[in-house]
C-alpha cells in the first residue's frame, strides 16, 4: 500500500541534544499526525497538525505542515532518555466519502545516550 | 475510561482456531478502526467503521477475517482458521468523527503457533 517517505530511519543522539526528522509525500493531505510508540504499546498522539504552514509545539516537540501539503518535520529539542521509541508520521487524505485511511511512514528509531 | 482500551493484551493460539479481539473505543468516538503491526513496520489498515456500519473494509486480508461492531461503541476483530503468518500486534484505534485524529489502544499480540 502506499507509504510516506519518513527520514531518518535511526538515530542515535547524545542526551540534551536536539532532534529532527521528516515526512514527505507525492501525495497531498490534508491533516499531518506525528505519534511516538514505546515497545508493546500502541502509538500515542504527539502532534496533530490541520493547516498548511501551521506550526504547532507540544512541550519539547515541535511540528509544522508544509505549505505545498506534501511534508512535515517533527523537531524535539533537548532530548532526554525517555524520549527513546519509534516516532511515526501519519497523513489523513483529502478524502472522498467516508475512506479516511492513515497512510503511514516506516518510522524513525530514536536512541537517547544518558 | 480515558482511553481506547484492548483485551486481551496477548493471545496465543494454535493453527487452525478460532480468536475474537476486542476493542472498547474512547467514549463518544464514532469512528474506530482497526489495525495490524508487524515488527518494524507502521500499522497497517485493516477496516474503519462508522457507527455500527463497516465503511471500508478493503484492508482485511482475506475472508477469514471478519470484524463488528454491533451498538456503534465495542468492536470485535474475529479471525477464524488462524494461521501462523497471523501472529502480529492488532491495534485498535477510534476518533471522534472520522475527520479527527485517531486515538490507539494498547493493542493485542496474537501469537499463531
Known amino acids: 500500500g502506499q507509504q510516506l517517505n519518513q527520514s531518518p530511519q535511526s538515530m542515535f543522539i547524545q542526551e540534551g541534544e536536539d532532534v529532527s526528522m521528516n515526512c514527505t509525500s507525492s501525495?497531498?493531505?490534508?491533516?499531518w499526525l506525528w505519534y511516538k510508540q514505546d515497545p508493546g504499546e500502541g502509538p500515542v498522539l504527539l502532534i496533530a497538525?490541520?493547516?498548511a504552514g501551521e506550526l504547532t509545539s507540544n512541550g519539547r516537540l515541535t511540528a509544522q505542515f508544509g505549505i505545498t501539503r506534501k511534508d512535515s518535520f517533527l523537531n524535539i529539542s533537548a532530548s532526554i532518555p525517555s524520549d527513546v521509541g519509534i516516532y511515526f508520521c501519519?497523513?489523513?487524505?483529502?478524502?472522498?466519502?467516508?475512506?479516511?485511511?492513515?497512510?503511514w511512514g516506516l518510522g524513525t528509531s530514536l536512541a537517547v545516550n544518558p | 475510561g480515558a482511553g481506547v482500551s484492548q483485551t486481551p493484551s496477548n493471545k496465543v493460539t494454535e493453527k487452525g482456531k478460532y480468536v475474537e479481539l476486542r476493542c472498547d473505543p474512547i467514549?463518544?468516538?464514532?469512528?474506530l478502526y482497526w489495525y495490524r503491526q508487524s515488527l518494524g513496520q507502521g500499522p497497517e489498515f485493516l477496516i474503519y467503521f462508522q457507527g455500527t456500519g463497516a465503511a471500508d473494509d478493503s484492508g482485511l486480508p482475506n475472508d477469514r477475517f471478519f470484524a463488528v461492531r454491533p451498538e456503534g461503541s465495542v468492536s470485535t476483530l474475529k479471525i477464524q482458521r488462524t494461521e501462523r503468518g497471523d501472529s502480529a500486534v492488532y491495534l485498535c484505534a477510534s476518533s471522534l468523527d472520522g475527520r479527527d485524529s485517531q486515538y490507539f489502544g494498547p493493542g493485542t499480540r496474537l501469537t499463531v503457533l
Open positions: 497538525l490541520y493547516k
Open positions: 501525495s497531498i493531505f490534508n491533516t
Open positions: 501519519a497523513g489523513l487524505g483529502i478524502g472522498s466519502g467516508n475512506n479516511r485511511k492513515l497512510i
Open positions: 467514549s463518544g468516538h464514532t469512528a
